[in-house]
């Protein structure tokens, strides 16, 4: 552990306290738009202009496209950043480079030069977001580092995020378009994708997800040809499926073979994404070997993203927060062939009853929690919607309890799932671990 306290201009801030820092910033700008991303990296000497970018949007997948193009760039030898939110176990997962966290000593000196900027912000009336802080200390972390590509994850939309304030990016990535956000994105998938596609930027290369939705990809082609990007779609049918399971999947794509960690036919198309982006990169003159990326996706790992906790019990940590997500969950719950022990806990933010529905109706027995966060839904008032969907529905106070209820029930032809936001993940990986623990 790196908890030193430092001691910069007089003024100390250890690891903890940077951390509050930057919580203590409100979640959003009074003023949407890029002002204050834009003024605070200003002060910080525009970061930001000495890296090169692969930027991805979307609603579903991008954390998992992400990681995958780290991976192969990783494995090909670049020195490689990855941004990426939210976390699932420390704040720090936000901010990688080469695979490993920022370092706490080092975010917190990062931290107090960005402070200093913050200081000199408010003397023009101006005061950053939380996402602005966090993003702009990874473009310090990522920028200090030298890192020859940054593969960044957009926070929320495209056009306004604060990841958009990049002039230039290798290549921009649509992954899965669908409703999330819809109060600040818009209610239609058009006006979403138009949304996301704000983060195209003029004559550059934009690959989409291989299976958008109609509606989504007319938009991202209309934005394509008014900005005059290359679109690339990745041809889903060209895929030979080998093998799928919970465990992961095997085929074959561009005359290789693949094996992908990630559970989910949805993987396997962000995988397509992913590759398209590489591939796109490779043509701009970075060198990367079949054999780089081959290993690369082999290598893969993103926490709660079906996430198998043990195989024997199976027990799976997932993300799925939305909808969409929820089906692709369903979908992979289908590949075990087990009856299915659920965990959920969502925001109440979210469009709750449709993804919690679809996961309940999947479900012998649905647990009800209450993530740890102000925005989570009762668990009671989940249970109490999902009556008569599942066919046994409990609230439980704590994940713990909703595990310790779980743990006698588990069969060989029995599986658990734990799902609905990344927030209860975050709550729920080590109580499940500790039960798992190398199994």
Request: aromatic share 8%; proline share 4%.
């Amino acid at each position: 552990m790196e908890s030193a306290c430092l001691s910069i201009g007089g003024v100390a801030m250890n690891y903890q306290e940077s951390e509050n820092f930057i919580h203590s910033f409100r979640r959003f700008t009074k003023e949407p738009g890029l002002k204050g991303i834009r003024t605070l990296l200003s002060f910080l000497g525009d970061p930001q202009k000495k890296l090169r970018f692969i930027h991805i949007a979307g609603t579903n997948g991008k954390g998992s496209t992400t990681a995958m193009c780290a991976s192969v760039l990783q494995e090909a030898g670049y020195r490689t950043g990855m941004f990426v939110s939210p976390y699932v176990l420390t704040f720090r997962e936000r901010i990688q480079v080469d695979g490993q966290m920022i370092p706490e000593i080092e975010m917190a000196a990062l931290c107090e030069k960005i402070q200093t900027a913050v200081d000199q912000m408010a003397e023009e009336g101006i005061a950053p977001a939380e996402f602005e802080v966090v993003t702009a200390l990874g473009m310090l972390w990522f920028a200090k580092q030298k890192c020859d590509v940054v593969c960044l994850e957009v926070g929320l939309g495209g056009r306004l995020d604060a990841t958009n304030i990049i002039d230039h990016s290798l290549v921009s990535v649509i992954c899965a378009i669908g409703y999330d956000h819809t109060q600040i994105l818009g209610d239609t998938l058009q006006k979403i994708a138009s949304e996301k596609c704000g983060i195209l930027k003029p004559g550059g290369v934009c690959v989409s997800y291989p299976k958008q939705d109609p509606e989504a990809l007319a938009e991202i082609m209309k934005q394509c040809a008014e900005k005059e990007n290359r679109l690339i779609i990745p041809n889903a049918e060209s895929v030979e499926f080998c093998t799928e399971s919970i465990l992961g999947s095997q085929f074959r794509y561009h005359d290789l073979t693949f094996d992908l960690p990630l559970a989910g036919r949805h993987q396997i198309y962000n995988f397509l994404t992913a590759f398209s982006a590489i591939e796109a990169v490779k043509s701009q003159g970075f060198t990367i070997s079949d054999k780089n990326i081959t290993n690369g996706i082999k290598n893969v790992s993103f926490p709660a993203r079906l996430e198998r906790i043990s195989v024997e019990p199976l027990v799976v940590l997932d993300g799925a927060h939305n909808l969409q997500g929820c089906e692709a969950l369903v979908k992979a719950m289908d590949l075990t062939h087990k009856k299915k022990i659920v965990i959920m806990g969502m925001l109440r933010d979210k469009d709750w009853r449709s993804a919690s529905s679809r996961i309940a109706q999947e479900a012998e027995m649905f647990f009800a929690v209450s993530p740890e966060n102000p925005r989570a839904l009762p668990a009671e008032e989940l249970a109490k919607a999902m009556e008569g969907i599942s066919d046994k529905v409990e609230a439980f106070s704590s994940v713990e309890l909703a595990v310790q209820a779980a743990l006698p029930l588990l069969r060989e032809d029995t599986a658990l799932f734990c799902c609905g936001s990344l927030y209860l993940a975050a709550e729920a990986r080590p109580i499940l671990l500790a039960q798992f623990s190398g199994k």
